[in-house]
């Protein structure tokens, strides 16, 4: 009998009936006379009918569905928008009436979104399989010689099939958001690495289309964050390919900042040549999406849908996308901030406006004096100039030149006297670690004590040819007698001396320095268990093993440093943050006409790479330590053979520390490994991009 009367409720003709989720308010039902009383189909309103409600209204009537309890009635008064834009005051009665409603909207249950959600999940993994093969082929047959022609079809062949992922995935995803059955994760990860993946993705794309495409990432970001990694990724890029899908010329600014206890995130794109998004409208969207009618919103709609599910707000108008997110600060101090361009006066010239203030804002947060303008005008008293490659001509001699290049751009940039060059879109961790490189880093002064006099040349010559200033000391009592606070970048400090040895030196270094503090590394022959705890103990900071290489020791002082003025690293600008043998090695394997062998090794990296560090992180979080481990140790053989060392280090050290048990440490490393792959990735593409663009 009940039944019926619900069904008779939602069938009568003189009252506006609409029928809602608690949890979320999704409106599920509208009734037919919507059209009569609100001038709309009820198609049309399902998936802005909160938007109608006043805004001063809004959460009064949120609380007001949530917090009824079952079989309870609620009379109310709310202001809702008329077709004339004009607001009228709506008398409501609301009540729960779980059991007999939701019997007559079936085709609307959770249970059956999620009865789609398993089947379309399982759709997605069968058509991920041949298309991987159908792209496995298309990039052996990119590796072999090929005309112009046959090049771009093959590019565009894996172009398509990016997209048919992309579009795999976020329907996949706006059905589990449908169905309120997606899971997030809350772990801690780098925003940044996170938003120059999305922007090294899009680029393709947009230079394609001849867009530029910038990156700002304001200094008040943190530097990491809580949350869904994958999530947080995939809804700046659906953001991004939104607005470069929609843009034909111009910019495509994608814009991160903190705003209170929010990480705000804008898209900006040129309105003059671009069309606002279907249905979009200025301002909040409070109200719950309804599934999207058409595949040309579904970006969009996952985007919304997912900063809803991670409690933040949408907000669309034409030629913008805004979201907010709440911060949750991950556990641990924040990396100290490193200005590796401190005092330096730089000019940036970029006749694109947007460019030219993100490339101000990423120098200005590394600690340089900064100017701009589009003209050579402005050359006074500057010590290094950033150029768009289109503004080359007229460029004063004397002054090195940061040459940026488009992926699009000629090759006569290539020959202009650059003292580096870096592909568009400029990404803040691909300019902070080129400044950190001679020649634009200032020379280094390192302490070496040593008491045998074959390993003290050795270090000395060693040293000297990386661009550090060297001073010898042959025990520690010596070391001692020259060190003073802020005097050397580093020292290196022989454990077994006579006179003094070097734990006791450092000890009482420690107690000289006055706040500050050197990076003060071991040097031993020793390998057996504890001798490293021994040094830390001490006071050391790092730990080099003898017999010394070249390599180790180069890396080691370019990555391990922790100072407000960071070492310079051993390679030219056009170098890369790996060991440059091994890279040497690799491009000397293949011969001519054969496929390069560093490209096929890239193409497994960042294929693999990934997926091993999604393993880990689902291991850590079911505290599944063997795997987690097994993972790593993947992951590491695989950074062995590109010889990403620092990388190899680190899964090295994650895979000890899930071995013990200690899964706080394992996950901060599993965080550092993050960062380091994106490193890795950008410097592989980089030398890659660069091989194929030689003249």
């Given amino acids: 009998m009940r039944e019926l009367a619900a069904d008779h409720l939602l069938r009568r003709g003189d009252q506006l009936v609409y029928v809602c989720l608690p949890e979320d308010l999704q409106v599920l039902y509208l009734s037919p006379n919507t059209w009569t009383i609100l001038g709309s189909e009820p198609e049309e309103l399902l998936q802005s009918f909160w938007d109608g409600v006043h805004p001063e209204d809004r959460e009064r009537v949120s609380l007001w569905h949530r917090e009824l309890a079952q079989g309870e009635r609620l009379r109310m008064e709310f202001r809702f928008r008329c077709p004339d834009d004009s607001y009228g005051t709506f008398q409501a009665e609301i009540f729960r009436w779980e059991k007999h409603v939701s019997g007559l909207m079936r085709p609307h249950t959770p249970s059956w979104q999620v009865r789609t959600a398993r089947l379309l999940r399982s759709i997605n993994h069968e058509l991920k399989t041949p298309m991987t093969g159908a792209v496995g082929i298309a990039e052996l047959l990119l590796q072999t010689t090929l005309d112009g022609d046959q090049k771009g079809c093959l590019e565009i062949l894996q172009q398509c099939h990016r997209n048919v992922l992309a579009l795999m995935d976020n329907l996949l995803d706006a059905v589990e958001l449908e169905a309120h059955i997606l899971e997030l994760s809350d772990r801690p990860f780098a925003v940044l690495p996170a938003a120059e993946e999305v922007i090294s993705e899009a680029a393709p794309v947009a230079s394609g289309k001849g867009l530029e495409l910038v990156c700002r990432v304001s200094s008040r970001v943190p530097g990491s964050i809580r949350g869904d990694e994958r999530r947080f990724r995939q809804l700046l890029a659906n953001l991004v390919r939104h607005a470069v899908t929609r843009t034909s010329a111009g910019e495509v600014v994608m814009s991160l900042d903190r705003s209170g206890d929010d990480l705000q995130v804008v898209v900006c794109h040129t309105t003059r040549a671009s069309t606002a998004a279907p249905g979009a409208r200025a301002g909040a969207i409070s109200g719950p999406p309804r599934f999207p009618p058409s595949q040309e919103e579904l970006v969009l709609w996952v985007a919304r849908s997912l900063t809803r599910r991670m409690g933040g707000e949408f907000y669309a108008e034409p030629g913008r996308l805004q979201c907010t997110l709440p911060l949750k600060a991950p556990r641990g101090q924040a990396l100290p901030h490193r200005p590796v361009a401190s005092g330096r006066r730089v000019l940036v010239v970029d006749p694109c406006s947007e460019s030219s203030q993100a490339l101000a804002e990423i120098l200005s947060s590394l600690g340089a004096e900064v100017r701009t303008n589009h003209r050579w005008s402005a050359v006074r008293d500057v010590d290094l100039i950033v150029a768009d490659e289109r503004c080359l001509e007229g460029a004063p001699a004397g002054v090195p030149v940061i040459v940026l290049l488009s992926p699009a751009g000629s090759n006569e940039a290539l020959l202009f006297p650059a003292a580096a060059q870096l592909p568009k879109p400029v990404l803040p961790s691909q300019l902070a670690a080129l400044l950190n490189r001679p020649p634009f880093t200032e020379l280094r002064r390192i302490l070496v004590a040593e008491d045998n006099p074959g390993v003290r040349t050795f270090m000395a010559r060693t040293l000297e040819k990386l661009g550090y200033v060297v001073e010898l000391a042959e025990n520690g009592s010596e070391a001692l007698a020259c060190f003073e606070p802020d005097r050397y970048h580093a020292v290196i400090m022989d454990c077994q001396m006579p006179v003094m040895d070097g734990f006791e030196a450092t000890r009482q270094i420690r107690e000289k320095e006055a706040g500050s503090r050197t990076w003060i590394i071991a040097l031993t022959g020793s390998e057996e268990e504890g001798a490293r705890e021994r040094c830390l103990e ?158």
């Fill in 538 to 695: 001490s006071g050391m900071d790092d730990y080099l093993i003898k017999p010394l290489k070249r390599a180790t020791l180069e890396k080691l002082l370019e990555s391990s440093c922790p100072l407000p003025v960071p070492s310079p690293a051993p390679v030219t600008p056009q170098d890369l943050p790996l060991d440059p043998g091994i890279l040497e090695d690799l491009e000397a394997l293949s011969g001519p006409g054969e496929p390069p062998v560093l490209e096929a090794l890239y193409e497994i990296f960042v294929t693999k790479g990934p997926e091993a560090r999604e393993r880990i992180r689902s291991a850590l979080d079911s505290s599944e330590t063997e795997l987690a481990a097994a993972s790593a140790h993947s992951l590491k053989s695989t950074c062995a053979s590109l010889g990403a060392v620092r990388m190899m280090s680190l899964c090295q050290k994650l895979e000890s520390a899930a071995r013990s048990g200690e899964l706080d440490q394992a996950s901060e490393l599993a965080t550092r490994i993050d960062a380091e792959y994106e490193t890795v990735r950008l410097a592989l593409r980089q030398r890659l991009e660069g091989t194929a663009r030689k003249p």
